[in-house]
């Protein structure tokens, strides 16, 4: 039966080095090792590598991985989300002031901000769906809806565009944790007392490690990580999101639920944006006005260095979350070799054009075209 199949003259063969260049986390792949290799070799001994500074790194980039992931799935799903930024900012937002100015618990608090900005991506999603109009025109209108919100709320309510307090009101909440505590504290601790990493020597954390734990924002990372891929790539639902991007028509035609995966998507991205915005407010313990801006962007950046096509139906989470990776190691990076960091912007623009081009190509490997 196998040589049957491997003479049959309708499957076409494939060499092993047009299988590679196909893979949509090639391009993640090439830039990972490129920028690490750089700043090797000229930033190796700034504290780049050390444990405090591999965290610092480590935590920009679970960052940009948390919202990457979100984005990848709907652009997968032949959709973009513009307002990912101004829901970041909303988010954090809703939260301040329905723990702070409105003396809610932090836990009630969290979850409502999850129920609003969910509903949120599922009208996002809604009227795409049943309107046709491209994401991209509704998605914009929602980033300035969000905005604006964010900003009108707290000054109607506080006089002010920043609201402070909100770790005061975290303290002993169970939900807080979960977005703003640590984990593996005391393996840090051994690894500081065996001298395997760095301690304070002076002043009230002697003896504590300069890296007490891992944030569960790098927790939250990882995991999104890991449920996006294995809900892409080991699911039924993983099939439908890539048929719904790849021929949204012939999808319908096989009883694929175009219509909901989309919106389901939508509400996902959502979803990881608040992640983001939670963890963002607990970190720094307050909520303003103006977080999230660009975020948007960034997100569609590395999900397009991590292979994902414009067009849709085909990209990867684990390349996302490669593309998230560069960014974060970059945008630190260029910090430890001394290097202007205004210069980040210009490294985006570079290797987002970089990376269409390149996306282009593979694109053009994969349907045959010249």
Same mark, same amino acid.
């Given at each position: 039966m196998s040589d049957t199949t491997a003479d049959d003259e309708?499957?076409?063969?494939?060499?092993?080095?047009?299988?590679?260049l196909i893979r949509p986390e090639l391009g993640g792949i090439v830039g990972t090792i490129a920028v690490f290799t750089f700043f090797l070799l000229f930033a190796f001994d700034s504290g780049m590598f050390s444990a405090q500074g591999a965290m610092n790194w480590s935590v920009v980039s679970a960052q940009f991985m948390i919202i990457a992931v979100g984005a990848c799935l709907l652009m997968i799903a032949g959709e973009f989300d513009l307002s990912v930024g101004s829901m970041i900012g909303f988010a954090g937002m809703m939260i301040a002031v329905f723990s702070v100015t409105l003396g809610w618990p932090m836990w009630a608090a969290i979850l409502i901000t999850f129920a609003i900005c969910i509903a949120f991506g599922a #009208?996002?999603?809604?009227?795409?769906?049943?309107?046709?109009?491209? $994401?991209?025109?509704?998605?914009? =209108?929602?980033?300035?809806?969000?905005?604006?919100?964010t900003i009108f709320i707290p000054q109607t309510l506080e006089r002010k565009t920043i609201i402070g307090g909100i770790r005061e009101v975290a303290e002993g909440d169970w939900l807080a944790p979960l977005f703003g505590g640590k984990i593996l504290g005391g393996f840090f601790q051994w690894m500081g007392d065996n001298g395997y990493i760095t301690v304070f020597d002076r002043g009230n954390l002697a003896g504590k490690p300069v890296v007490d734990g891992i944030p569960m924002l790098l927790?939250?990372?990882?995991?999104?990580?890991?449920?996006?891929?294995?809900? #892409?790539?080991?699911?039924?639902?993983?099939?439908?999101?890539?048929? $719904?991007?790849?021929?949204?028509? =012939?999808?319908?035609?096989?009883g694929v639920p175009v219509g909901a995966v989309k919106i389901k998507m939508f509400m996902f991205t959502a979803f990881c944006a608040t992640v983001f915005a939670v963890c963002q407010v607990m970190e720094f313990g307050s909520a303003g006005a103006d977080r999230g801006l660009l975020k948007e962007f960034e997100a569609i950046i590395a999900v397009v260095i991590g292979g994902a096509l414009l067009t849709g139906g085909y990209g990867s989470v684990i390349g996302a979350a490669l593309g998230a990776l560069i960014f974060g190691v970059v945008q630190q990076g260029l910090f430890f070799a001394n290097v202007e960091s205004s210069l980040f912007r210009v490294f985006l623009g570079v290797i987002l054009l970089l990376a269409v081009i390149l996306n282009t190509y593979i694109r053009r490997l994969i349907t045959g075209e010249r």
């Amino acid at each position: 039966m196998s040589d049957t199949t491997a003479d049959d003259e309708r499957i076409k063969q494939i060499s092993p080095l047009r299988q590679a260049l196909i893979r949509p986390e090639l391009g993640g792949i090439v830039g990972t090792i490129a920028v690490f290799t750089f700043f090797l070799l000229f930033a190796f001994d700034s504290g780049m590598f050390s444990a405090q500074g591999a965290m610092n790194w480590s935590v920009v980039s679970a960052q940009f991985m948390i919202i990457a992931v979100g984005a990848c799935l709907l652009m997968i799903a032949g959709e973009f989300d513009l307002s990912v930024g101004s829901m970041i900012g909303f988010a954090g937002m809703m939260i301040a002031v329905f723990s702070v100015t409105l003396g809610w618990p932090m836990w009630a608090a969290i979850l409502i901000t999850f129920a609003i900005c969910i509903a949120f991506g599922a #009208l996002n999603g809604y009227i795409v769906v049943r309107t046709g109009l491209p $994401s991209f025109i509704v998605t914009l =209108a929602t980033l300035f809806i969000l905005r604006g919100f964010t900003i009108f709320i707290p000054q109607t309510l506080e006089r002010k565009t920043i609201i402070g307090g909100i770790r005061e009101v975290a303290e002993g909440d169970w939900l807080a944790p979960l977005f703003g505590g640590k984990i593996l504290g005391g393996f840090f601790q051994w690894m500081g007392d065996n001298g395997y990493i760095t301690v304070f020597d002076r002043g009230n954390l002697a003896g504590k490690p300069v890296v007490d734990g891992i944030p569960m924002l790098l927790v939250w990372a990882l995991g999104l990580v890991i449920f996006g891929h294995i809900l #892409l790539t080991r699911t039924r639902f993983g099939n439908w999101i890539f048929a $719904s991007g790849g021929d949204a028509q =012939a999808a319908r035609y096989v009883g694929v639920p175009v219509g909901a995966v989309k919106i389901k998507m939508f509400m996902f991205t959502a979803f990881c944006a608040t992640v983001f915005a939670v963890c963002q407010v607990m970190e720094f313990g307050s909520a303003g006005a103006d977080r999230g801006l660009l975020k948007e962007f960034e997100a569609i950046i590395a999900v397009v260095i991590g292979g994902a096509l414009l067009t849709g139906g085909y990209g990867s989470v684990i390349g996302a979350a490669l593309g998230a990776l560069i960014f974060g190691v970059v945008q630190q990076g260029l910090f430890f070799a001394n290097v202007e960091s205004s210069l980040f912007r210009v490294f985006l623009g570079v290797i987002l054009l970089l990376a269409v081009i390149l996306n282009t190509y593979i694109r053009r490997l994969i349907t045959g075209e010249r």
